[in-house]
């Protein structure tokens, strides 16, 4: 796995080297945020009413402790880099009605979705971190490796969206979305995915970010 298959002048190499990113994305640093976040007022207000919303339904205290964990775990120097190279957006108005997604640059990252009072995830990565060979052959995806991320076989599934190296992954459940994301090789491939988009330039969904969304996302708080 590389931490920068795309380096770019403009992304996120203006504020971590490529060693830093591939310490982290390794696990084997912790890197230093900022100690306070800035804040557009305007958006914050923006997308209050679809947050209020969303803590209407039943799946809310899993959709947070979810972002907190992704944010924690998924996305370096979260505090620096919120809004301008990554977002998440409430109850987005895009195709498929998702509860809330993450994006950096043009790249869905990753979503929740409703499925029954529970949660189903969508987590985008690279196709070559989930086969065989390492390829980006549709043959040789590890599905013994996918179904042991998670508590149950049927929990997870795949597809492949366009793109030599893009791979879709869809989890089932809070359980099994919390095992997925605790599984060292698919939190690596996690956040190499999430660098390589990162690293593409500044993100363009920046207008749609729900900062009360973030502010889960970004506590330290277990809930």
């Not at 944010?71 to 979260?78: F, T």
Request: with cysteine; charged share 25%; hydrophobic share 40%.
């Amino acid at each position: 796995m590389n931490a920068a298959r795309r380096p770019s002048s403009t992304g996120l190499s203006q504020l971590l080297d490529l060693q830093q990113q591939r310490d982290w994305m390794e696990g084997k640093t912790t890197l230093r945020d900022a100690d306070e976040r800035l804040e557009s007022l305007e958006l914050r207000f923006k997308y209050l009413v679809r947050f209020e919303k969303l803590l209407g339904r039943p799946q809310a205290p899993e959709v947070l402790e979810i972002l907190r964990r992704y944010g924690r775990d998924c996305i370096p120097i979260p505090c620096r880099t919120e809004r301008h190279y990554w977002s998440v957006s409430c109850l987005p108005s895009t195709p498929g009605k998702a509860l809330v997604r993450i994006n950096a640059s043009w790249m869905e990252l990753f979503s929740l979705y409703a499925d029954g009072a529970g949660v189903r995830a969508l987590f985008v990565v690279h196709l070559s971190d989930f086969t065989t060979d390492h390829s980006f052959d549709h043959d040789q995806v590890d599905e013994a490796f996918l179904e042991r991320c998670v508590v149950m076989p049927e929990d997870v599934s795949y597809f492949f969206p366009r793109g030599d190296d893009i791979f879709g992954i869809r989890v089932r459940g809070f359980s099994s979305i919390g095992k997925f994301l605790a599984e060292p090789r698919a939190l690596l491939a996690i956040r190499a995915f999430n660098l390589t988009h990162m690293n593409r330039g500044r993100n363009a969904y920046q207008a749609s970010h729900c900062y009360s969304l973030a502010d889960h996302m970004l506590s330290d708080e277990e809930r």
